[in-house]
């Protein structure tokens, strides 16, 4: 069971323009929610994080917005730039110790920024 | 400070070969992850720590045991390997509680098994 659905697969953007990722989960029991950037040949590392107290979270150019009726959040990159090209994870945790606070990991969406 | 670090980054084993893989961390983080990546599907979390000397099983643990002896570090083992186990491994750790849930990453180790 997938509790994490991430989409696109892939995203072609031009520099410039606005790259958009989603995810959506099923587990209410979910309240934290970041966003993992992956450059080939390297490990992910967190780009930007948000709970559900929130609706948006802005840092720079990215920006998550966070939809917890509809249980969907989202990544923007605003003025893509060809050096954002890598691979995006969303991913989500429960709030518990007892969870152990483990992450829950989206499939991944590769975005290629043109120059 | 070298965060996390994986030993070794690149192998390849024959069918029934065993091996381990060794990660460290310097950050005195109380939890530790071991995830396989393969394409199209995301991280799985194959086993995890949540301090020293214990362990417990993820999302796909089957072929695969781990050792936490150390607090710095976790290794992961594969007894007899099979193709379905080429992979890349990463590491992970972070601090315990819920001040901070940021996972940190090692480099990690591209395995391939023929």
């Known amino acids: 069971q997938q509790q994490v659905k991430q989409s696109p697969q892939s995203l072609i953007v031009q520099k410039g323009g606005i790259s958009i990722i989603n995810c959506a989960y099923e587990n209410t029991a979910f309240d934290y929610f970041p966003w993992y950037q992956q450059f080939p040949g ?3 590392a967190l780009l930007i994080a948000i ?14 917005s966070f939809n917890k ?9 605003m003025d893509s730039q060809p050096g954002d090209s890598a691979t995006y994870f969303c991913a989500a945790s429960p709030n518990s110790g007892g969870s152990n606070y483990k992450l829950t990991f989206g499939k991944g969406t590769l975005l290629t920024v043109n120059p | 400070n070298a965060g996390v670090t994986q030993t070794p980054k690149f192998r390849v084993l024959k069918t029934g070969q065993s091996m381990t893989l060794l990660c460290a ?4 983080h109380e939890y530790m992850y ?6 199209g599907m995301g991280l799985r979390l194959i086993h995890y720590s949540v301090g020293e000397g214990t362990t ?23 007894e007899s390997a099979a193709p379905s ?8 750790s972070r601090l315990t509680g819920a001040a901070s849930y940021e996972q940190y990453f090692g480099p990690g180790t591209r395995l391939t098994v023929t």
């Open chain 1, 69 to 77: 009726s509809a249980k969907q959040f989202s990544l923007h990159i």
């Open chain 2, 56 to 78: 417990a099983k993820g999302e796909v643990p089957d072929g695969y045991n781990v050792s936490r002896l150390k607090k710095q570090n976790f290794l992961l083992g594969l």
């Open chain 1, 51 to 64: 709970r559900p107290d929130v609706s948006e979270k802005k840092e720079g150019r990215f920006t998550i």
């Open chain 2, 25 to 28: 961390q310097d950050m005195n």
């Open chain 1, 42 to 44: 390297k490990g992910p």
């Open chain 2, 34 to 39: 071991w995830y396989r990546q393969d394409p």
């Open chain 2, 85 to 92: 186990q080429t992979s890349v491994y990463f590491c992970a």
